[in-house]
Nanobody, 113 residues
Framework: VQLVQSGAEVKHPGTSVKVSCKTS????????IDWVRQDPAQGLEWVGR????????TLAQNFQGRLTFTADTSTSTVYLDLENLRSEDSAVYYC???????WGQGTQVTVAS
């Protein structure tokens, strides 16, 4: 099982970022894909999850209205789209699946003026 994420991003406050997570080695629609983020100040924070089979999402409360997950079953890829970025969104974002057993390598998102 492999999860390969897109590269680091540097963004200005108020803009948006899109992070991809391409999966392989298992049945894409068989399990949720969760996203978590980590920064030195806040530690590990669960961001939300998507069910690739039907696209249903669950978002952490503090991201609602700014965050969208999508899944492309043709490429076994999920996407995280975070809008209206703030400096406190700076973190390493990880995708993970099969009950947090397998993880992507992480994507550093830096939000700075």
């Amino acid at each position: 099982v492999q999860l390969v994420q897109s590269g680091a991003e540097v963004k200005h406050p108020g803009t948006s970022v899109k992070v991809s997570c391409k999966t392989s080695g298992y049945t894409f629609i068989s399990d949720f894909i969760d996203w978590v983020r980590q920064d030195p100040a806040q530690g590990l924070e669960w961001v939300g999850r998507i069910d690739p089979e039907d696209g249903e999402t669950t978002l952490a409360q503090n991201f609602q209205g700014r965050l969208t997950f999508t899944a492309d079953t043709s490429t076994s890829t999920v996407y995280l789209d975070l809008e209206n970025l703030r400096s406190e969104d700076s973190a390493v974002y990880y995708c993970t699946t099969l009950e947090f057993t397998y993880w992507g390598q992480g994507t550093q998102v830096t939000v700075a003026s």
